[in-house]
């Protein structure tokens, strides 16, 4: 698949998922879309970059979530110098304060 059909499939996604309206409407999609592997994969890394951003340490993620070291890694790797899409979505859902500089 060349370049710019994948940036089209993925726009299509993008565009899909700011159609949904509800959570519940965000659960049957996400249903539909994954399957429950995928499903858990994603949400377990979700709250693994919400406990990172909280500051607890790798030894209580992985007992608290059942991630691997490698999946936190992988994760803080994306919170300190990915796109900063975590660090907004937290802002939004109120799980982390606003930078004093904001």
Do not use: H
């Amino acid at each position: 698949m060349n370049q710019k059909l994948k940036e089209q499939d993925l726009a299509f996604l993008y565009g899909a998922v700011l159609q949904l309206q509800s959570e519940e409407e965000c659960r049957r999609f996400f249903e539909d879309l994954c399957t429950v592997t995928e499903l858990k994969a994603i949400s377990q890394r979700l709250q693994v970059a919400k406990m990172l951003s909280q500051k607890i340490v790798y030894s209580d993620i992985v007992q608290e979530t059942g991630a691997s070291t490698a999946t936190i890694s992988r994760v803080n790797r994306s919170l300190q110098y990915g796109a900063d899409g975590y660090t907004e979505i937290f802002r939004r859902m109120g799980v982390l304060e606003k930078k004093e500089t904001e």
